[in-house]
Nanobody, 126 residues
Framework: QVQLVESGGGLVQVGGSLRLSCAAS????????MGWFRQAPGKEREFVAS????????AYADFVKGRFTISRDNGRNTLYLQMNTLKPEDTAVYYC???????????????????WGQGTQVTVSS
């Protein structure tokens, strides 16, 4: 099991930027694919981005392509999400998640992730 703690959320104006971080502890972070998800009030949790265990391959939801960038620093056991050109519809609680399968493929399905952080609120004001 891995413990995940997100940070970096906050209130930002339309067009602004935020960088989310997710600090991992409890197992070898570098062996596991990671993902970012988000959940807006009244909506289901949805996929945002994912990254392989080495960080060489990434995937994004269509609605964030070209605006968000997922990355990881395995030396620091930290996952990042750089969010640019933010829109009001990006307002949500953002969660990082870890797959439980070592060296496995990344995924865009919530059910494929075993460990979740507590989430960090991102609010984009117009």
């Amino acid at each position: 099991q891995v413990q995940l703690v997100e940070s970096g959320g906050g209130l930002v104006q339309v067009g602004g930027s935020l960088r989310l971080s997710c600090a991992a502890s409890g197992r070898t972070f570098s062996r596991y694919p990671m993902g970012w998800f988000r959940q807006a009030p009244g909506k289901e949790r949805e996929f945002v981005a994912s990254i392989t265990w080495l960080g060489g391959i990434t995937a994004y939801a269509d609605f964030v392509k070209g605006r968000f960038t997922i990355s990881r620093d395995n030396g620091r056991n930290t996952l990042y999400l750089q969010m640019n050109t933010l829109k009001p519809e990006d307002t949500a609680v953002y969660y990082c998640a870890a797959r439980g399968r070592q060296y496995g493929p990344m995924s865009n399905r919530t059910s494929d992730y075993d460990d979740w952080g507590q989430g960090t609120q991102v609010t984009v004001s117009s």
